[in-house]
């Protein structure tokens, strides 16, 4: 069973930055699409950033130029480097597979001055 486990979020005023982790177990992490989702409340959860096997990036037009995506396959980890945040850029912050398993707990990302 695949298991995710967010760390990293936090209060930022806008303008800032904060950087995401997700340590991945239970599986072989590399050959996963790996994506970052989020869901901000009354809202439902969507992919703001994807890293594909070969570690080719896709992004959402509202995070695109701001965000970037990596991972570490021998670390069995993702990572998002968050800049230049914005107040709509608050809410939950899961990763997944492109698949999507099972969710993990999420970290809250809150952006307010």
């Known amino acids: 069973q695949v298991q995710f486990v967010e760390s990293g979020g936090g209060l930022v005023q806008p303008g800032g930055s904060l950087s995401l982790s997700c340590a991945v177990s239970g599986s072989i992490f590399s050959i996963y699409n790996m994506g970052w989702y989020r869901q901000a409340p009354g809202t439902q959860r969507e992919l703001v950033a994807l890293?594909?096997?070969?570690?080719?990036?896709n992004y959402a037009d509202s995070v695109k130029g701001r965000f970037t995506i990596s991972r570490d396959n021998a670390k069995n980890t993702v990572y998002l480097q968050m800049n230049r945040l914005k107040p709509e850029d608050t809410a939950v912050y899961y990763c997944n597979t492109d698949c999507l398993l099972a969710w993990g707990q999420g970290t809250q990302v809150t952006v307010s001055s």
């Open positions: 890293i594909t096997r070969g570690g080719s990036t």
